[in-house]
């Protein structure tokens, strides 16, 4: 998958080079480029920035140098267009599902903003040429879109296939479309069995697989009721067991 990025901050995704991201890059699965969006300003300050229209506080990113940057490396492509993610705290809410939808593009490429964010008719002018999702990654508002883009480039790269070494975990994590869709996954363990007095469940121990199964849907389940109860309510009912109701 190829990810380009445009950022007046190129620097800040120097993480991208460390860990699971860092090693699929160097074994071109996943292919990262860097744009500084002020290669594209032209003025001697390399302003990207301007007073709002409508009066107010802030400033908001000018759609000359987007354009022309998101030109730029849109040209780059052969035959296929990249899919333009812009990050915004008033988008669609990020999820695994659209981290999966994500991961089966040949390319993405983000448009991270600062201040106010970007003159809105850059979205529109290329959404009548492209896909243009604007998301946001929680409800809150942070300084810059870098941080999130780096949330989404890690959610997506993790599901490429050949990154996770073993590619059942992402099957079975919180959120993974089918059996844990809406559903947060229950505590974990590892040796020893017992630690500073507190015990691994037995269960764990018995070597029991379908009670194992049964024990970490059934936690998967309380945890999701105690810590997120409004995606309980979202369960399709059609995905719930007896078992399940009697929780
Ligand atoms: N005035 C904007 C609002 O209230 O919607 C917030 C602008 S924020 C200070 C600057 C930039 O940070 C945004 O344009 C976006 O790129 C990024 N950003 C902030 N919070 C975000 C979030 N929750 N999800 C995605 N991007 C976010």
């Excluded at 160097?26 to 300003?41: P, T």
């Excluded at 997120?228 to 399709?236: I, K, M, Q, S, V």
Aim: charged share 25%.
């Amino acid at each position: 998958m190829r990810v380009d990025i445009i950022s007046i901050f190129p620097e800040y995704f120097a993480p991208l080079g460390v860990s699971l991201i860092g090693k699929a890059r160097e074994r071109g699965i996943l292919d990262v480029r860097l744009h500084q969006l002020r290669d594209w300003a032209h003025d001697v300050h390399r302003t990207v920035d301007d007073t709002p229209y409508g009066g107010g506080p802030g400033m908001v990113m000018k759609p000359d140098p987007w354009g022309e940057a998101i030109d730029a490396v849109l040209s780059t492509g052969q035959d296929a267009s990249a899919r333009i993610i812009v990050p915004t705290p008033s988008g669609v809410p990020f999820t695994q599902r659209l981290a999966m939808e994500y991961a089966a593009e040949p390319w993405l490429l983000f448009t991270p903003a600062r201040y106010e964010g970007i003159d809105s008719r850059v979205m529109v002018e290329y959404g009548t040429r492209t896909r243009v999702d604007e998301v946001s990654v929680g409800d809150y508002v942070l300084a810059g879109g870098e941080a999130a883009v780096l949330v989404m480039v890690e959610a997506v790269g993790r599901l490429l296939p050949g990154v996770l070494g073993n590619a059942c975990s992402a099957v079975d994590d919180s959120f993974a479309p089918g059996a844990m869709e809406n559903l947060l996954e229950g505590p974990v363990y590892t040796k020893p069995p017992e630690w500073r007095g507190h015990e691994v469940p037995e269960i764990l121990l018995s070597g029991h697989h379908g009670r194992i199964a049964r024990w970490r849907r059934d936690e998967a389940l309380r945890r999701t009721a105690r810590n997120r109860p409004e995606l309980l309510a979202a369960l399709d009912p059609r995905g719930l067991d007896k078992h399940d109701l009697k929780l």
